[in-house]
């Protein structure tokens, strides 16, 4: 795919079925191509690590619409969205005290009620829409 220099590389879990050593030098991989051949990455995970390590920007999808795009700091570290927030504390941290912490925030999040499509309001107070809205452009 990449002999033919496109601007656009679209990767869909590329690294989902490997182990972690394998995963990573897959992703030092792409990172280096990406610099040597000056082309963008579109890349679509579940892995929320995997994204921190590799994107300068993120679009958050809840059921097929975008809910939330911004940069990487905005999204993993001051993510709006209650659908964003959520996904965000469902990852396990090795830290036991962080962990129990992002468990307490989990429930906290779940507590806050979920209608029927799934959308749960936010606890943080700027975020007060009870289904997220679908994000405008990237």
């Known amino acids: 795919a990449l002999s033919l220099k496109p601007q656009?590389?679209?990767?869909?879990?590329?690294?989902?079925?490997?182990?972690?050593s394998v995963q990573a030098q897959?992703?030092?991989?792409?990172?280096?191509?990406?610099?040597?051949m000056n082309f963008a990455c579109l890349f679509i995970t579940h892995d929320l690590a995997v994204i921190d390590v590799l994107a300068d920007r993120i679009a958050v999808m809840h059921h097929g619409n975008l809910v939330e795009v911004g940069t990487r700091d905005e999204i993993?570290?001051?993510p709006?969205?209650?659908?964003?927030?959520?996904?965000?504390?469902?990852?396990?941290?090795?830290?036991?005290?962080?962990?129990?912490?992002?468990?307490?925030?989990?429930?906290?999040?779940l507590a806050a009620g979920a209608d029927e499509t799934?959308?749960?309001?936010?606890?943080?107070?700027?975020?007060?829409?009870?289904?997220?809205?679908?994000?405008?452009?990237?």
């Open 118 to 138: 799934g959308a749960v309001p936010a606890v943080t107070p700027e975020v007060q829409q009870p289904e997220p809205p679908v994000a405008q452009g990237l």
């Open 76 to 78: 993993l570290r001051y």
């Open 26 to 36: 897959v992703l030092e991989l792409i990172e280096q191509l990406q610099k040597e």
């Open 80 to 109: 709006k969205e209650a659908y964003t927030q959520r996904l965000l504390a469902a990852v396990p941290l090795p830290d036991p005290e962080q962990q129990r912490a992002r468990r307490a925030l989990r429930l906290e999040l």
């Open 8 to 20: 656009v590389l679209i990767a869909d879990e590329p690294t989902s079925a490997l182990d972690v």
